[in-house]
């Protein structure tokens, strides 16, 4: 198994509401790279928007792999261009047995660097468990099972910029992250557990296509 070898089971039904719908899966998303690393069921596959929203709401389930140490699988809702705004879902892999870690980011004008880490109350490998963002103008929400686990609020009162102005599409990956996903880098990808797997279904996107006047140019 060659190193950076991931695949994506997909599965279930997508349920889509709101200004965008489609009663089939490939409407709304494609793979955009690594086509041979996919695992379709049904009517799903993975993962990269052909539509943009302007504020709303993106959920999915998921299940998890066991011994994952140094990879990190990600759902992100992001803009394009250099001054992208962003916001990320990242399961940090761990071994087998261990508590996983998640972490979450938010980026603005192309700025991040507000990482927040969070221990998970289950163990997201035994079971599908849901995982939102919720996205207006007034606050960014993470959700995990219709949980808030973290907000990020809308400060430009206080000179603070808040992500609002960009269009924004719906994104998944797994990639290797072995220098920091887990324990601080001590704990590395052990690639004779390859394929590394994450599982989907349940897919809701609620939100509105945008108007012109939301796609900021890349330059």
Known sequence: MSK?????VMF??????GCVSSSKFDELFQPSWAVDHFTYEGEVLDFHRRVSICLGK?????????????TVTAFYMSSDGPYHNEFDFEFLG????EPYLVQTNVYVNGVGNREQRLNLWFDPTKDFHSYSILWNQRQVVFLVDETPVRVHSNLE?????????QAMGVYSSIWNADDWATQGGRVHTDWTHAPFIASYKGFEIN????PMRWQRPTT
């Open 58 to 70: 993106s959920l999915f389930r998921l299940s998890l792999e066991g011994d994952s140490a140094g």
């Open 4 to 8: 950076g070898y991931a695949i994506w």
């Open 157 to 165: 009162h206080k000179g603070v910029p808040y992500p609002k102005d």
């Open 94 to 97: 761990n071994t087998t047995g």
């Open 207 to 210: 939100g509105c296509e945008c």
């Open 12 to 17: 279930a039904a997508l349920a889509v509401v």
